[in-house]
């Protein structure tokens, strides 16, 4: 697995290159195989970004979870 180097911007990481490092289907399976694991009946995810929200419950949905994305943006689904 390699290391990227997420930029540093206007004090905060680069929200696009951050997004773009942890928005994947291995991180994803990883995060599903351990909510299997150790979760619970219900539980919450904390995500970098909006797309990253996005992109984490349209992968649960697509495994038979029931997942929405909380958040301002335009996807919000409730």
């Known amino acids: 697995m ?3 180097l ?3 911007r206007s004090g905060r990481f680069d929200e696009a290159a951050l997004t773009e490092a942890v928005a994947t289907q291995a991180r994803a399976e990883n ?3 351990q909510l299997a694991k ?3 009946k219900k539980t919450i995810g904390f ?3 909006r797309r990253h929200a996005d992109f984490m419950a349209d992968f649960a ?3 038979g979870l029931r997942a ?3 958040h301002s943006g ?3 689904v409730i």
Request: charged share 15%; hydrophobic share 40%; with cysteine.
């Open 47 to 49: 995500c970098v970004s």
């Open 31 to 33: 995060a599903l195989e």
């Open 68 to 70: 929405v994305a909380v």
């Open 6 to 8: 997420i930029p540093w």
């Open 2 to 4: 390699t290391t990227a």
């Open 61 to 63: 949905q697509a495994r």
């Open 38 to 40: 150790r979760g619970g």
């Open 74 to 76: 335009d996807s919000n």
